[in-house]
């Protein structure tokens, strides 16, 4: 379960198992879940998705089988050589 906000402020708890796709429109994010219904939230799409893989990392925690894209490991900025950030450019 995800915690989104719909546009009155208003608390709502998803189940992100039932997410079927994420669309922006405007500043708003609708959710499509797999019973037809469309929730409106204010959260950007970023944050939905993030908040559904966080969730189901913790449904997969110490399960024998772990889907790919929660085995990959996070995303860190290029180090040099010397430790600090490659400078760009």
Same mark, same amino acid.
């Given at each position: 379960?995800? *915690? /989104? *906000?719909?546009?009155?402020?208003?608390?709502? $708890?998803?189940?992100?198992? +039932?997410?079927? #796709? $994420?669309?922006? *429109?405007? #500043?708003?994010?609708?959710?499509? +879940?797999?019973? !037809?219904?469309?929730? $409106?939230? @204010?959260? =950007?799409?970023?944050?939905? $998705?993030?908040?559904?893989?966080?969730?189901?990392?913790?449904?997969?925690?110490?399960? #024998?089988? +772990? %889907?790919?894209? +929660?085995?990959? =490991? %996070? /995303? @860190? =900025?290029? /180090? #040099? =050589?010397?430790? !600090?950030?490659?400078?760009?450019?």
């Amino acid at each position: 379960m995800i *915690h /989104l *906000h719909r546009l009155n402020g208003q608390e709502t $708890v998803i189940n992100a198992e +039932l997410i079927e #796709s $994420v669309e922006t *429109h405007g #500043s708003e994010t609708v959710l499509t +879940l797999a019973t !037809g219904n469309k929730i $409106v939230v @204010t959260e =950007p799409v970023t944050d939905v $998705v993030h908040k559904t893989i966080e969730y189901k990392k913790t449904v997969f925690a110490g399960a #024998s089988y +772990l %889907p790919e894209f +929660l085995r990959r =490991p %996070p /995303l @860190t =900025p290029a /180090l #040099s =050589p010397h430790g !600090g950030e490659r400078e760009k450019g």
